[in-house]
């Protein structure tokens, strides 16, 4: 069983930035493909990027291209969202997910989430 982690979120205001991060205990995130997703109160879960265990392929959804890099850091077995520019339409809880490869749905494990509140 994968146990995913997120940290990082709070409140911040509008333009700021905030790092996620995610990590698993007692397993390696390599070779894996793990997205990020978030879920604001109403809403559907919307895809945010993902990047890939193969060849470390990004894939980002339209509403964050240019704003969210996702990287991987393989000596903490962590991947993060950096996200910069944040709008108050980014506020959500934010997810990551372990797949076999980028896919925006059906991923197999899953954070319980963090939240990210924007606001002035």
């Known amino acids: 069983q994968v146990h995913l982690v997120e940290s990082g979120g709070g409140l911040v205001h509008p333009g700021g930035s905030l790092r996620l991060s995610c990590t698993a205990s007692?397993?390696?995130?390599?070779?894996?493909?793990i997205g990020w997703f978030r879920q604001a109160p109403g809403d559907e879960r919307e895809a945010v990027t993902c990047?890939?265990?193969?060849?470390?392929?990004?894939y980002y959804g339209d509403s964050v291209k240019g704003r969210f890099p996702i990287f991987r850091d393989s000596a903490k077995n962590t991947v993060y969202l950096q996200m910069n520019s944040l709008k108050p339409e980014d506020s959500g809880v934010y997810y990551c997910?372990?797949?076999?490869?980028?896919?925006?749905?059906?991923?197999?494990?899953w954070g319980e989430g963090t939240l990210v509140t924007v606001s002035s």
């Open positions: 007692g397993f390696s995130l390599d070779g894996y493909a």
């Open positions: 997910a372990l797949g076999d490869y980028c896919k925006w749905t059906g991923m197999d494990y």
């Open positions: 990047i890939s265990g193969r060849d470390g392929s990004t």
